[in-house]
């Protein structure tokens, strides 16, 4: 019988690839505390009414990567898998009514989203985001906010040669004229552009822009108008403002016209943290401003920014991954030689847990001493607690500490005592390390 395997554009986690997760999970919720931001869950599914309005109904999303299905049981409602999370954060921010109990919400979340790509390394069908996003606040010290928070968190990881590409594509008011502007500057042109390009100029123009066709974007340079060329004063002044503050926090970064992010909400300004160590691809978040967003879902006006991340992105850029080790670690492995001294390891090991806080294996498999062992060092064991028929028969126990090789003889009804919790030990991830 053929074995079941993954979903293509799905995958495992195995133990030592959590472990990584959740050294990153926990240095999210550490760093987004430190900010005042509060975390937030949605539902894995969500009306798709809520993507069509909230994204855009012409956006690659939309129209062609949505797991989607009809509810018959309801209706008839249509409903999606989310694609993206800042759609859902502003449904829960107006239905919640979180807008009345304070003026600003600072929200952040780390979610699984789901889109029908192409599956290709550090992107897959079922993937991993976290983000933030600050509502209520329309100033440009909000933005600013967002954007050293994306470029201190990748620093704080010790990823090298950090960067911001930084646009304003202004208020909302001057997307219409300036696409109809865009529209008939290219349209003599298009047949020179890429099938997708040619497809994208009647419903989505703005998409242009996202083309990684080398030969589309000096077409673009040639032929385009840029739309920050068109943004009006007061968003000039905001922009302005914006990159100042960068400049005051020792943030590098770029103007580049051509950013304007791949989703309809976005207003004034757009971003995304880029690191020049990772080749081609080397943009690690993206975010921007979305004023109009809470309104178009059904809320008061109310002025919006924030940035999203790739989980499976971050981990790839980590600069000392090592999938070699694929075995967890313990702080003791307690190796039982003798049958009858099975109870007395399991007890000590609760015990222990309890007590002191430290991860404790016991032997299962009634192996060899040379064996147990063995798995002791493969576990990384600060300590192995022996328990052999001569050390059961006098209540004793073998304490070896695993780096010193020093060894004592214990109690078996006081090897918790012997540790303190000082002896709790772990392997720091560079994330522990460099978030001072």
């Known amino acids: 019988m053929k074995n079941i395997t993954t979903i293509k554009g799905t995958y495992d986690l195995l133990p030592h690839e959590t472990e990584k997760w959740r050294e990153i999970e926990d240095f999210i919720h550490e760093y987004m505390h430190l900010h005042g931001y509060g975390e937030i869950r949605t539902p894995a599914f969500e009306r798709t009414e809520l993507f069509v309005r909230g994204v855009g109904e012409e956006t690659d999303i939309v129209t062609k990567e949505m797991y989607s299905w009809t509810d018959m049981d309801k209706g008839g409602t249509g409903l999606t898998l989310k694609p993206e999370l800042t759609a859902p954060v502003v449904r829960a921010y107006i239905q919640h009514n979180l807008g009345g109990k304070s003026p600003l919400q600072r929200l952040y979340y780390i979610d699984s989203l789901f889109r029908r790509e192409r599956p290709q390394k550090g992107r897959q069908r079922q993937f991993n985001q976290f983000g933030i996003e600050a509502i209520g606040s329309p100033h440009p010290e909000q933005d600013a906010e967002i954007i050293s928070m994306a470029y201190f968190f990748y620093q704080s990881l010790g990823i090298d040669s950090l960067s911001v590409k930084i646009n304003s594509i202004g208020s909302s008011h001057i997307r219409k004229p300036y696409l109809a502007l865009l529209t008939n500057s290219l349209t003599p042109e298009i047949h020179r552009f890429c099938n997708t390009c040619q497809t994208r100029i009647d419903k989505n123009p703005l998409r242009l822009f996202d083309c990684k066709n080398d030969s589309c974007q000096k077409l673009l340079d040639e032929f385009a108008p840029m739309i920050f060329d068109h943004i009006s004063d007061e968003d000039k002044i905001h922009f302005e403002s914006v990159v100042n503050l960068l400049t005051t926090m020792k943030i590098p970064y770029t103007h580049d016209k051509k950013m304007v992010r791949g989703l309809d909400y976005y207003t004034r300004t757009t971003f995304e943290v880029t690191s020049s160590a990772l080749g081609a691809q080397d943009a690690l978040c993206g975010g921007g401003r979305y004023d109009k967003l809470v309104e178009t879902l059904g809320g008061n006006p109310t002025p919006a920014v924030g940035f999203a991340a790739g989980m499976e992105r971050l981990l790839l850029t980590m600069s000392d991954s090592d999938d070699s080790d694929e075995n967890s670690t313990v702080d003791i492995y307690i190796a039982v030689l003798f049958e009858e001294a099975i109870p007395v ?55 070896k500490d695993m780096e010193t090789g020093q060894q004592d003889n214990v109690p078996i009804s006081d090897l918790s005592g012997y540790f303190s919790p000082d002896d709790h030990h772990h392997s720091d991830c560079d994330c522990c390390e460099n978030s001072d």
């Open 345 to 399: 390891a399991m007890v000590a090991a609760d015990e222990i847990r309890r007590t002191k806080g430290m991860s404790v294996m016991v032997e299962t498999l009634r192996r060899s001493m040379k064996a147990q062992m063995r798995e002791s060092n493969k576990r990384k064991a600060q300590y192995t607690i022996i328990i052999g028929e001569d050390e059961y028969r006098q209540n004793q126990a073998l304490i």
